[in-house]
């Protein structure tokens, strides 16, 4: 039974995207994965400051994070003791090139074809980076494709722990977001990432990957 339950209304989704101001971007960019629609979604919340229906939730997710992706050279020699083929570095060097392309992809055109949306204030890769980050750290897939397509975000949701599988805590029913404390929790600590789920960023990008589970009853 669900401890949780919340509407769709409540949730970040691509769908809920589509019927914002975004809605022409996405039309014109119709092959953006479910992970960038929710990345350009909180970017422009983000922008929106305070008028924002999403403020205190943009307001509660942290202006940097603590895995790989943000370290300077650096922590990055530190962590890897300098190891120029550490998996972690080489990894993490292929994910940042990867949204770099992103970047320089799309946003040159959004901010030439929507000037009045996007800026490059609001809009830098620092903030597609932190977008993106928030997005592979927070986000949960849907089970099934008929409710919703794709991944989503919900602010409830944070407050759980994140497992996919059949065992998941997630559950999507008819009448909205279904959260319990079924099954496993797991937990991954891979050198120096630390975050929850299965997506490429809470997969260990490095050695000396620890799971730790035990069952968590509601």
Known sequence: ??????PHRLILSPEYAAR?????????????TSHQTLALLLMQESAKGSSSEWYPYVCALPRSYDFSLWWSK???????????????????????????????????LLMREFPAM??????????WLWASSAVYSRNWGSPDKDIIRGNVMAPV?????????????V???AAGWGECFEGCQEKFECDGM??????QHTKCMGQRCVEKCGPKKA
């Open 194 to 199: 630390y975050s929850w789920g299965s997506s």
């Open 1 to 6: 039974e669900p401890l949780v339950v919340v």
């Open 157 to 169: 949701a944070d407050m759980f722990n994140h497992h996919m599988g059949d065992r998941g805590t």
């Open 74 to 108: 650096g922590r990055m020699d530190k962590e890897t003791q300098g190891q120029k083929n550490s998996s972690l570095a080489l990894r993490t060097e292929g994910t940042k090139k990867t949204l770099i392309h992103q970047y320089n992809k799309m946003f040159p």
């Open 171 to 173: 559950r999507f029913v």
């Open 20 to 32: 914002t101001e975004l809605a022409p971007v996405l039309q014109a960019f119709p092959n953006l």
């Open 118 to 127: 996007f800026n490059k204030h609001d809009h830098s890769f620092r903030k």
